[in-house]
């Protein structure tokens, strides 16, 4: 069993930074490949960013490149989302997810756990 709880949502206006954590609890965490998504209202909730197990696999939506940077600690069982350059369209709720796999994919429906979601808005 893995708990995912999310920080660092807020409020920034266009152009803006902010950095979302995600904290895992148990001593499994290196075990699980790790994914962010977002879920705007009234969308489907979509892949913005992955890593795996090891960090050496990334992948970003387009949406998202050159702009978002995902990371992770092993030791301190967390994962980032560092967001610059952020734009109205990036409001959204946003999750992190766990997969007991290598490599994360891009459907939601393969991961195992969720975190409780984080708001972001972004203001123009």
């Known amino acids: 069993q893995v708990q995912l709880v999310e920080s660092g949502g807020g409020l920034v206006q266009a152009g803006g930074s902010l950095r979302l954590s995600c904290a895992a609890s148990?001593?499994?965490?290196?075990?699980?490949?790790m994914g962010w998504f977002r879920q705007a209202p009234g969308k489907e909730r979509e892949s913005v960013a992955t890593?795996?197990?090891?960090?050496?696999?990334?992948y970003y939506a387009d949406s998202v490149k050159g702009r978002f940077t995902i990371s992770r600690d092993n030791v301190k069982n967390t994962v980032y989302l560092q967001m610059n350059s952020l734009k109205p369209e990036d409001t959204a709720v946003y999750y992190c997810?766990?997969?007991?796999?290598?490599?994360?994919?891009?459907?939601?429906?393969?991961?195992?756990?969720w975190g409780q979601g984080t708001q972001v808005t972004v203001s123009s």
């Open positions: 148990g001593r499994t965490f290196s075990s699980y490949a």
């Open positions: 997810a766990a997969v007991r796999m290598g490599v994360a994919g891009t459907d939601r429906y393969e991961y195992d756990y």
């Open positions: 890593i795996s197990r090891s960090g050496g696999n990334i």
